[in-house]
């Protein structure tokens, strides 16, 4: 027995100095030996064999059957409206009705009810070929023998290679940032300290990026917040925070937690100023506002990094941006941030999954692959309010990150419809029949 105790503290031994020697002491100074970089070129290669490429033809088909399911009109209720009012046999005018009109708001309804802009949002990506996940296939596994046999080896690299190592790497991130930051918090206020706390949070997150075969892409690094500002991004996972925090330090803003994340949470504010807010405080928007004003009023302090969506969504969108961090008057540094998924879905369903289940899944998918762009820096323009700053900026952000701009609230993940949304509606038709603008705009010039 006691052998074979020996045997296991050797293995863990060439285990961990592997680790540390090839992933760890690489990361913390910046340095990549390309071990990720031939990790997805194999990946790729693997995912064009020719098996695959048979499986493709027939998920193209199931994705198209499943997304795209009806096709909609882009126009508004007065065009639409307009449209049928022009196909009835009588001229209306302003004050009349119809039950053609009804047909649109029937159309709508159903059209909303088969597929809707928001609950969409709030699901996992569709794929045009499976990538031999179990999670995101159709029992495609058992279409053939060899596609049989490489998903099981794909199973096995992913749960007994990769998975362990994804483990040992987070648990030293982690560790490296509780203890660094701990020690790091005791040193009194100079800029060795700010320096020597920039390079503790740099380095956990490096390392932990390695934990998922982080491969990210950052465009136009001239771009990158500086301090005294605030950076808002699309939110798509947890793991935003440590794709960005990879290529530069920022002030982290949120609840205070208990557990293994409340101690995160304090060991990190003793050498860096993140701002905590406590469950009370979090209600008051006035107190929060107050906080982060103080915060980047002190230009030597981090740039805060804001999530203004308030919620994760599936990365094909940008839903509508809160205004709170849009009413402080300071600049603002779009980020826009695109998952690639097909090495794997970044996504994080918090109705569906856990913290720790989401985690589980992504330290055993292939690899996260995505893209940075740093847009230039915004500022609230004269006349300008906070909703329209931010609806600006939203605009910005999915442009440059190829996704749909909508105007949605992501709180519709949790809550119901808000009364006054469909109160506008109401408006809007009403202001239709009973004034004359929408008879002369339908009818038009002869």
């Known amino acids: 027995m006691e052998g074979a105790w020996e045997i296991a503290f050797v293995l ?35 995912l064009e064999v020719k098996a695959f490429l048979l499986l493709c033809l027939v998920s193209f088909q199931i994705h198209n059957v499943l997304s795209g399911i009806i096709e909609k009109d882009d126009g508004s209720m007065e065009e639409e409206i307009g449209e049928l009012r022009r196909s009835h046999p009588k001229n209306l005018v302003g004050g009349d009705f119809t039950m053609c009109d009804a047909f649109y708001f029937c159309k709508k309804g159903i059209e909303n009810i088969v597929e809707d802009q928001v609950t969409q949002r709030f699901t996992s990506e569709e794929l045009a070929s499976w990538n031999l996940l179990t999670r995101t296939n159709n029992n495609f596994r058992y279409i053939s023998v060899r596609l049989t046999i490489i998903w099981g080896l794909g199973v096995f690299i992913r749960y007994c290679i990769l998975l362990p190592l994804r483990i040992t790497l987070a648990v030293i991130g982690l560790s490296w940032l509780v203890i660094g930051t701990t020690i790091v918090g005791l040193l009194p206020s100079s800029n060795a300290k700010n320096w020597l706390s920039d390079l503790v949070h740099i380095t956990c997150y490096r390392i932990c990026a390695r934990g998922l075969s982080a491969t990210i892409r950052y465009h136009n690094k001239e771009n990158r917040p500086k301090k005294g500002g605030i950076c808002v991004a699309n939110h798509t996972s947890p793991i935003d925070i440590v794709i960005l925090a990879n290529d530069g330090c920022y002030a982290m803003v949120g609840q205070v937690h208990g557990g293994l994340m409340g101690v995160i949470q304090r060991s990190m504010v003793l050498s860096c100023p993140h701002v905590w807010f406590e469950r009370s405080e979090m209600k008051d928007r006035h107190a929060v506002a107050k906080r982060l004003k103080d915060h980047i009023a002190d230009k030597t302090k981090l740039p805060i990094l804001i999530f203004p969506e308030g919620t994760c969504i599936n990365n094909t969108s940008v839903m509508m941006f809160k205004k709170g961090s849009f009413e402080i008057g300071r600049t603002i540094y779009p980020v826009a941030i695109k998952y690639d998924p097909q090495f794997g879905d970044a996504f994080w369903n918090s109705a569906k999954y856990n913290i720790v289940s989401y985690l589980l899944r992504m330290m055993t998918s292939w690899a996260i692959v995505c893209n940075v762009w740093y847009l230039p820096p915004m500022t609230r323009q004269d006349g300008e309010d906070a909703v329209q700053f931010a609806n600006r900026v939203k605009s910005a952000i999915a442009h440059q990150g190829g996704l749909v701009d909508l105007s949605w609230d ?5 809550e119901k419809v808000k009364e006054s949304l469909k109160e506008e509606q109401q408006k809007m038709y009403s202001s239709m029949i009973v004034g004359s603008d929408f008879h002369e705009a339908s009818v038009g010039p002869a």
């Open 12 to 46: 863990f031994q060439v285990w961990l100095s592997i680790v540390v020697g090839l992933i760890v002491l690489p990361a913390m100074f910046g340095v990549s030996l390309g071990f990720t970089d031939i990790y997805i070129r194999v990946l790729v290669k693997t």
């Open 410 to 414: 992501g709180g519709l993940k949790r």
